[in-house]
């Protein structure tokens, strides 16, 4: 099946493996408000359910961390689950499962690229597991969800993912007598829904480094990154 084949929601929960008794939860868990909006014979949307998988994915990873980091002390853990659960890692989740081809979107979103957007996978595989939980509870998300976090977790060690890379500028600018790290935004491109933001991290008024990403939010932590890098590299002392 090509990755941009559409998919009924229940041909997704079989491909995916997963034991959906309740097909109404199923598909209230794919269903946003988009579609709702186009569709009055649908019920709800997946809103509520993101809240719930929300608090049962915190749970879960916050487990699995505990017992498979046995050595690893409470601020670690915290940064390292908020790294397995923010929106760019479960939008990645989704991609794997490749949940956008089952998403029901109103056709403005779908046409906007609502089916690979990080916002809306992200919001959809937690309204997933929250779903699969009222459904089959609360083994049954284990099953699915830590064949998933292994791989991300080696990952996110290996390019250290779960530090915060403002955090880690600002004290090493500070231990070296520089004073606070500035950021400001140089360059916005794209349409709305698709924007791309640049940032630059300025030390002493000197820029330091650059990041690109889709929100400024991210593009200053790239920015802040690759300032960090380029310390490393010895560029600036």
């Not at 939010?217 to 010895?234: F, M, P, W």
Request: negative net charge.
């Amino acid at each position: 099946m090509e990755q941009n084949t559409l998919e009924s929601p229940q041909g997704f929960a079989e491909r995916v493996g997963l034991p959906f008794r309740d097909r109404r939860l199923l598909i209230r868990a794919l269903t946003h408000r988009s579609y709702l909006n186009e569709h009055p014979e649908a019920l709800e949307d997946n809103e509520r359910l993101e809240f719930l998988g929300d608090a049962v994915l915190d749970f879960l990873v916050g487990e699995w961390l505990y017992h498979h980091f046995p050595e690893m002390d409470e601020g670690n853990l915290t940064r390292m689950r908020a790294a397995l659960v923010c929106r760019e890692q479960l939008a990645e989740f989704a991609r794997q499962i490749q949940l956008g081809r089952a998403m029901l979107l109103g056709r403005g979103e779908d046409a906007h690229g609502g089916r690979t957007r990080d916002t809306l996978l992200s919001a959809t595989f937690e309204a997933l597991v929250g779903a699969l939980y009222l459904d089959s509870g609360i083994d049954a998300v284990r099953a699915f969800i830590i064949p998933l976090l292994e791989p991300a977790v080696n990952r996110i060690l290996e390019e250290h993912l779960d530090e915060d890379p403002k955090s880690t500028l600002q004290e090493w600018v500070q231990a070296h007598g520089h004073p606070s790290p500035t950021y400001r935004t140089v360059n916005v491109q794209g349409p709305d829904h698709q924007r791309q933001f640049e940032v630059e991290v300025l030390v002493d008024g000197v820029p330091w480094g650059r990041g690109i990403g889709p929100s400024k939010r991210e593009a200053t932590k790239a920015a802040a990154r690759d300032a960090l890098n380029r310390i490393e590299s010895g560029e600036f002392s």
